[in-house]
């Protein structure tokens, strides 16, 4: 094996040559070549031409069992018909139609205040990051307090107000650029005595605890009840707003999302990925006495009221339509779809462990619902509770670049060695994944250094 080019990128290279010329291309119009970068992983990524069911094809004609699923949001799997049809149908009538009111936004609102039990009332943007940056500003205007507390690691998209601690190391700036520190303050994740000292600490100042109920980038890791009651009872006490952000959560763990499944409701959710039904979305709700702050008949004074939407783009009608048909899909068919999910994920993530330990690997697999993440713990019996214990307990570059490259080389996309299931995900998919993972967890362990090497 040539030293400095591992074999399995080698071997990746030689399947997309297509790919690797649009990455130099890109690279020299895009910076680092790609515009979000989680997309980016050694030597390049694939480029897609087409996606459906659980599957996607890359320009050089491979196909992939997909278990990224468009950041998680395609919940129905790719382009599922019951959203296509209605897109088509749209489509016919027009897109931005002149960015003026439509039907369609009115009844994805009645939509969500119907299954998202915290939501009276809804304003819809593009974007998780919009709406995470409108529910950080509506909660500094609704408590007149200019605080924000976070979790370390807790990722609400690139929004200013919440660009703090994500990324290990948590005291370091995550990007230049930034208004000064010190409005947003983090704390760790399921450590219920520091969430109550730093809400104490901050209460005359403190608008807002954001948190997302299960944490991504921590591996889905759910919040625990004592963790979650203390922050609750500790805002409420000092006047300071919840905000769960259930971008990923919300629609998938359950049509109320995380709030509904354990009875713990925060005074703002944030809204994304499954909602847009495969468009570009984002919402922020809460009670019609929170939303009211950005309501101009109730604050016909601009410096009055908090400024939440006005995008071009705000409740496009095909986002709206794609939206409405995703929600009432899920709604028709609860039934079935939510336990299918959860039970295919449960035995994903002990399948993962299992089928690594038979070939010697050390690896846990973290999640919820249909929700998993593969680690390789530096030592066997840590307990994963949080995005730092990931960080700093487990080999991250093993995950992110030597099981991603291995498994796309047999034809399986997965991020963060994980991801989520879809309905389209049949039982042959699942088998057919745990098969090439034995073979990539033996090619693995056949190049491992032995010992002392
Ligand atoms: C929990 C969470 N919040 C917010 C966002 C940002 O959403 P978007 O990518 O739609 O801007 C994401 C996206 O990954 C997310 O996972």
């Known amino acids: 094996m040539n030293k400095l080019i591992k074999d399995y990128l080698k071997f990746y290279g030689g399947r997309t040559l297509g790919s690797a010329i649009l990455f130099s291309r890109a690279e020299k119009v895009i910076p680092g070549g790609v515009c979000h970068n989680i997309r980016y992983h050694p030597p390049y990524p694939c480029y897609l031409e087409r996606a459906q069911g659980s599957r996607f094809w890359d320009v050089d004609g491979n196909e992939y069992l997909d278990f990224w699923m468009g950041h998680y949001a395609n919940i129905l799997g790719h382009s599922p018909q019951v959203v296509i049809a209605r897109l088509q149908d749209a489509l ?4 931005l139609l002149s960015g003026i009111v439509n039907p369609w936004e009115v009844e994805l609102a009645e939509l969500i205040c119907d299954l998202v039990p915290s939501a009276e ?68 994740f399921n450590d219920p005595e520091a969430a109550a000292h730093a809400i104490r600490t901050h209460a005359q100042k403190l608008a807002a605890v954001f948190m997302e109920p299960v944490v991504g980038v921590g591996g889905f890791v759910p919040a625990e009840p004592e963790f979650l009651h203390i922050v609750r009872e500790e805002t409420a006490k000092v006047g300071a707003l919840l905000v769960f952000d259930e971008i990923i959560t919300g629609f998938r763990l359950g049509l109320g999302g995380a709030q509904k499944l354990w009875g713990v409701f925060p005074d703002v959710t944030v809204l994304g990925k499954v909602l847009g039904g495969g468009l570009p979305i984002g919402a922020v709700s809460a009670s019609s006495r929170i939303m009211q702050t950005c309501n101009p008949f109730v604050h016909p004074e601009k410096w009055e009221r908090a400024a939440v939407g006005g995008g071009t783009f705000s409740g496009l009608p095909l986002n709206m339509i794609a939206g409405i048909a995703m929600l009432r ?58 995005p730092y214990d990931v960080w700093v307990q487990t080999q991250v570059p093993k995950r992110e670049v030597e099981l991603k490259v291995r498994l796309l080389n047999k034809g399986i996309y997965v991020m963060h060695g994980g991801g989520a299931i879809s309905i389209q995900h049949t039982q042959d998919d699942l088998e057919f994944f745990y098969r090439k993972l034995e073979e990539v967890f033996q090619e693995m362990q056949a190049a491992a250094p032995e010992p002392g090497q």
Request: charged share 20%; with cysteine.
């Open 92 to 95: 016919s009538r027009g897109t």
């Open 121 to 188: 009332a809804v304003r819809f943007c593009c974007s998780g990051t919009e709406a995470a940056g409108y529910a950080a500003r509506l909660s500094r205007a609704y408590t007149g307090r200019s605080r924000i507390i976070k979790i370390e690691g807790g990722w609400h998209g690139a929004c200013s107000e919440l660009l703090y601690a994500v990324k290990w190391p948590y005291d370091k700036p995550e990007s230049v650029g930034l208004p000064a520190a010190g409005q947003c303050i983090s704390i760790p």
């Open 329 to 386: 899909y899920l709604k028709e068919n609860q039934g079935w779809i939510y336990p299918r999910l959860e039970e295919a994920g449960k035995r994903m993530r002990e399948r993962i462990e299992e089928t690594a330990a038979a070939q010697g690997i050390l690896a846990k697999c973290t999640g919820i619902g249909s929700l998993f993440m593969t680690h390789f713990p530096f030592q066997a019996g840590l307990n994963l509770r949080s």
